[in-house]
């Protein structure tokens, strides 16, 4: 069982990645994060390192999740060659990104990166995210690449909402990617 206070930093933690995935990180205040949480301002300053130390913690608990989400994936493939595996992660981020607080939250964590305590959080979980992927998967770099690039393409359609737009612009774009 958890302690009191790994409880509270996991509870705070989930109110932080909505909380930073609406106004971003400039915006949101801590008061914000601890009222989602149900707790105050002052117990959160006690869990984590100020607002920065805050949102870098919440930008590690989104790539752990995704990388949680990608191991379930590829279970689901089984023994599968790297395309197979490669699909199934693929299947399961769409639907990790249907909860458009994550989603969101990684788009404004790229959207900082200018401050350099948020730019090595994010390439750390890049880093860690890109290693799972090839290793879990086998794949050659070409193709992490591309699953990459799909995966970012996915975010742009859907922070976007271009499956909705009827034109033949982003018909190009949408075209063969589902999401749930």
Not at 69 to 88: H, I, K, N, S, T
Request: with cysteine.
């Amino acid at each position: 069982m958890r302690s009191t206070a790994e409880a509270r930093r996991a509870t705070v933690l989930n109110a932080a990645v909505s909380a930073f995935a609406r106004t971003g990180f400039h915006a949101t205040p801590v008061t914000a994060v601890a009222a989602a949480a149900g707790i105050s301002e002052a117990y959160v300053f006690r869990l984590f390192a100020g607002k920065l130390g805050l949102f870098v913690a919440a930008a590690g608990a989104c790539f752990e999740r995704i990388v949680v989400v990608l191991e379930a994936g590829a279970e689901r493939a089984g023994d599968a060659g790297p395309e197979e595996v490669l699909e199934a992660m693929g299947d399961a981020y769409a639907e990790l990104i249907a909860d458009r607080d994550l989603l969101l939250f990684q788009v404004q964590a790229q959207a900082v990166t200018d401050v350099p305590e948020v730019a090595e959080a994010v390439r750390a979980g890049y880093k860690r995210v890109a290693t799972f992927v090839r290793s879990r998967s086998g794949a050659s770099d070409a193709q992490v690449q591309q699953f990459f690039a799909y995966g970012q393409l996915c975010h742009l359609i859907v922070t976007a909402g271009l499956e909705q737009v009827p034109e033949p612009w982003a018909r190009a774009l949408t075209a063969g990617i589902r999401h749930p």
